[in-house]
């Protein structure tokens, strides 16, 4: 299953394109060749059915993860058609379902396919508004689909590109500083589900990180403050790994200083030929490194 973090790239895509359906000549013509190949659908092979489906007191559960069932088998149109592709989805939908909720999953899965239908071709509306677009699409999705289907399918990505859209007029707007931009930026973070702001800060949390170790040691911190402040931003076990990259780090920087020094030495030599200085520098570097580590050497060396 896809994480939060994917889930959210969808949704701020949402707001920049658009459902293309393939055209029906195309479609058939791409699943004979697949039908001869064998198998469902060319794009499919090596993976697994992404989301999942599931009832409670023989109702469908309609949350994000049915969805993302949806959009796994329609990422094949193109490769198979739109009927073909149902019947695959309903075959899935077996599995974990029964004769109500199935059947409920199906109605659902045809008003989605009509929802999607229904977006072709009004991107020229709405080409650089994204607010505009946003519009849009919200109100195609409530021709077609119940509150509660509309909270279920689509409830974090409508926060979230809410959130986007708002974010983009704070950074827009002309009048406000650059630190009020910062503020009401922080104010609308703030504001997302504690899911959503985990996932949105999740990409820069080592930026973050590393910000806040370069103040800690030009405050004159310690390694045991270091390892509470990353503890407390990225959990005790990644707090443990940094500390082995930290020691490994300054294993390799000792050994690179001394490397260097005597290097130095040997090319300051001038009771070696230039041969003989080559062939001590050599001798020593292969005593000091493996062949993998010396590698990275010319990056850390003068010219």
């Known amino acids: 299953m896809r994480r939060l973090g994917l889930t959210l790239a969808a949704a701020c895509a949402a707001l920049l394109a658009w459902w293309v359906w393939p055209d029906g000549e195309h479609s058939e013509a791409a699943a004979a060749r697949q039908a001869s190949r064998g198998g469902f659908a060319a794009s499919l092979v090596g993976t697994r059915p992404d989301g999942a489906a599931a009832e409670t007191g023989g109702k469908l559960v309609v949350d994000q993860q049915l969805r993302q069932l949806f959009d796994?088998?329609?990422?094949?149109?193109?490769e198979?058609?739109?009927?073909?592709?149902?019947t695959e989805l309903q075959s899935q939908l077996k599995r974990a379902l029964g004769g109500g909720a199935l059947t409920q999953a199906m109605g659902l899965f045809d008003r989605y396919v009509a929802?999607?239908?229904s977006l072709a071709g009004k991107e020229a509306a709405a080409a650089t508004d994204l607010s505009r677009r946003l519009e849009l699409v919200q109100a195609a999705r409530r021709q077609y689909f119940s509150q509660l289907e509309l909270d279920g399918l689509f409830g974090d990505e409508d926060r979230y590109d809410d959130f986007t859209v708002r974010r983009l007029a704070i950074e827009a707007n002309p009048a406000l500083s650059a630190a009020d931009k910062q503020r009401l930026v922080a104010q609308l973070e703030n504001q997302?589900?504690?899911?959503?702001?985990?996932?949105?800060?999740?990409?820069?949390?080592?930026?973050?990180?590393?910000?806040?170790?370069a103040r800690l040691r030009q405050g004159g911190g310690d390694e045991q403050q270091l390892y509470q402040l990353r503890s407390g931003m990225v959990g005790?076990?990644?707090?443990?790994?940094?500390?082995?990259?930290?020691r490994e780090?300054?294993?390799?920087?000792?050994?690179?200083?001394?490397f260097k020094s005597e290097r130095t030495a040997i090319l300051a030599n001038g009771g070696l030929s230039a041969q003989q200085r080559q062939q001590a520098v050599a001798q020593l570097q292969s005593q000091r490194f493996s062949p993998q580590e010396a590698l990275r050497l010319p990056a850390y060396l003068p010219n």
């Open 249 to 258: 780090q300054a294993g390799w920087q000792k050994r690179l200083d001394d």
């Open 115 to 117: 929802y999607k239908r």
């Open 192 to 213: 997302l589900p504690p899911a959503l702001r985990a996932a949105r800060e999740e990409p820069v949390k080592h930026l973050a990180l590393a910000d806040a170790e």
């Open 72 to 78: 796994y088998y329609l990422a094949t149109l193109g």
């Open 236 to 246: 005790q076990a990644a707090a443990d790994r940094l500390g082995e990259l930290d």
């Open 80 to 86: 198979r058609d739109l009927a073909t592709i149902r």
